[in-house]
């Protein structure tokens, strides 16, 4: 009953786009998943998404696509922290770190259909992700898009299955 009063929040991720879809406000965000880090011995983050490989350029510094290893779908755990996290911060309503607001609950669904399925270690990354970025529930999910609906019931499809 509580559940159905948490924001939602429906991360897809591949290596080529991250969308985040605030569900109750209907605002989403679809960026390239590559961030730009100074140069030096302690990187910071300069840029995220398509202003990222400028900002490198600029900086002198790095580019990193943490979604893009050819063997597993998280290649960089904290640099995939730190572009999700940016993504839902777009996402979400004005005022949203200035004011006290429920953690949201937040469904991740990966892209695409690795051979042989995504490993425990892929799924457990991934549902961390969520947790990491501030969700207080997070649920991976393999199979077609939801729809808002869905989403807002947290009523999954038969057509796929929660990996977690």
Not at 108 to 118: F, M, Q, R, W
């Given at each position: 009953m509580l559940q159905s009063l948490l924001p939602v929040?429906?991360?897809?991720?591949?290596?080529?786009?991250?969308?985040?879809?605030?569900?109750?406000?209907?605002?989403?965000?679809?960026?390239l998943p590559e961030v730009a880090l100074s140069p030096g011995a302690t990187p910071s983050v300069l840029a995220v998404g398509r202003a990222a490989r400028q900002a490198a350029a600029q900086s002198g510094g790095s580019w990193a696509n943490p979604f893009?290893?050819?063997r597993s779908l998280v290649s960089d755990f904290v640099l995939a922290e730190a572009v999700l996290k940016h993504f839902v911060i777009q996402a979400a309503p004005a005022g949203w770190k200035r004011l006290m607001t429920p953690s949201p609950r937040?469904?991740?669904?990966?892209?695409?259909?690795?051979?042989?399925?995504?490993?425990?270690?892929?799924?457990?990354?991934?549902?961390?992700?969520?947790?990491?970025?501030?969700?207080?529930?997070?649920?991976?999910?393999?199979?077609?898009?939801?729809?808002?609906?869905?989403?807002?019931?947290?009523?999954?499809?038969?057509?796929?299955?929660?990996?977690?």
């Open positions: 929040y429906y991360v897809q991720l591949s290596p080529a786009e991250v969308s985040v879809l605030n569900v109750k406000s209907n605002v989403r965000v679809r960026d893009g290893h050819p937040m469904v991740i669904h990966p892209l695409g259909d690795p051979e042989g399925g995504y490993t425990q270690v892929e799924i457990r990354a991934l549902r961390e992700l969520g947790v990491a970025t501030g969700a207080a529930h997070a649920t991976v999910w393999q199979g077609r898009p939801l729809t808002r609906e869905e989403l807002q019931s947290g009523a999954f499809p038969a057509e796929g299955r929660v990996l977690l």
